[in-house]
């Protein structure tokens, strides 16, 4: 067995080799000094957060702060949970409702507005698009009264659809999802069509799970979004049973007398699924929003 003989390395070679080194090195500890500052003001307010949430009350408000408690208690969360007037597992509920459905109402509606833009001609698409795009540079403090009237006058104010049906129409979804079907090479539907598929058959089953990773994507910001909302469903929501959680963490924090532990509680309950949500799904965010770019025109 005959071996290639090895091209030596010429001392040029090895410089460029040496400095590319240095450069990664000097690139990489100037992004951890840019980030750092960011990450710290992100986790610090979470670690916070857990600490009091598992704080008594009555050392809510030492200083310096434990950031490890002395002792460690779990009286907030039983608190709570004993509270009738707080029935903080039906806000948790109601956010889990509102959320789950907006997200698949969005989504839906998303995919199939984005293939109708990216696939189908029909009259005045680039301008209605165009529209589109530059609602996204409308304050949505100008929209807020016209929305809240027509709820009024569908009979919608105190419900759910009230929540998710505005968010429905996602501007930001249909863009993404236009740009991703504009990427699918026509040749593939012009197959399905010779095979008999009809129109929504071919968005259906040829189209759209080709489009998985940024369904996914939207998903979860969707989900998110309506997870976290306050200032609309503090808005359109009255009743104390239908409340979604954040509305509820506001009604923890009223009267004259503020329960800090109580509060941090159902902060700390409130968090930690759109923490597990986004940690397992943190990848397919990253996927969606960097193919953005690369897709269609």
């Given at each position: ?7 030596p ?10 400095s ?5 090195w000097?690139?990489s ?12 003001m992100v986790?610090?307010?979470l ?16 200083f ?33 409702v ?8 969005i ?6 507005s ?24 409308i ?10 009237l ?6 919608m ?21 236009r740009?991703?079907?504009y ?8 197959a ?5 598929a009809?129109?929504?058959?071919i968005?259906?089953q040829?189209?759209l ?17 309506l ?21 509820g ?8 007398y ?8 159902g ?20 996927a ?6 690369m897709a269609?025109?």
């Amino acid at each position: 067995m005959t071996t290639l003989p090895q091209i030596p390395t010429t001392p040029f070679q090895k410089q460029g080799a040496d400095s590319g080194r240095g450069k990664g090195w000097r690139r990489s500890i100037l992004m951890w000094l840019l980030l750092s500052p960011l990450v710290f003001m992100v986790i610090v307010p979470l670690v916070y957060m857990t600490a009091m949430a598992f704080t008594l009350e009555s050392n809510q408000l030492n200083f310096p702060i434990e950031w490890i408690p002395k002792p460690i208690t779990v009286t907030n969360f039983t608190h709570i949970f004993a509270d009738t007037t707080l029935p903080i597992v039906r806000w948790f509920f109601n956010s889990l409702v509102v959320s789950v459905i907006g997200t698949v109402v969005i989504v839906f509606l998303s995919t199939l507005s984005g293939y109708a833009f990216a696939r189908l001609d029909f009259p005045f698409k680039n301008l209605l698009f165009s529209l589109l795009i530059f609602s996204l540079m409308i304050p949505a403090a100008i929209t807020l009264i016209p929305v809240f009237l027509l709820l009024r006058d569908f009979k919608m104010l105190n419900t759910y659809q009230a929540i998710w049906l505005p968010a429905s129409a996602s501007v930001l979804g249909i863009f993404l999802m236009r740009q991703h079907f504009y990427a699918i090479p026509s040749e593939i539907e012009d197959a399905a069509r010779i095979d008999g598929a009809g129109r929504f058959r071919i968005y259906w089953q040829v189209c759209l799970p080709m489009v998985r990773s940024s369904m996914v994507a939207i998903a979860i910001f969707s989900f998110l979004l309506l997870w976290n909302d306050l200032f609309w469903p503090l808005i359109v929501l009255s009743e104390r049973e239908i409340l979604t959680l954040p509305v509820g963490l506001l009604v923890i924090q009223q009267g004259s007398y503020i329960q800090r532990g109580l509060a941090f509680a159902g902060a700390f309950i409130a968090s930690v699924p759109a923490l597990i949500f986004y940690a397992i799904f943190q990848r397919k965010i990253i996927a969606g929003i960097t193919m953005t770019g690369m897709a269609g025109q």
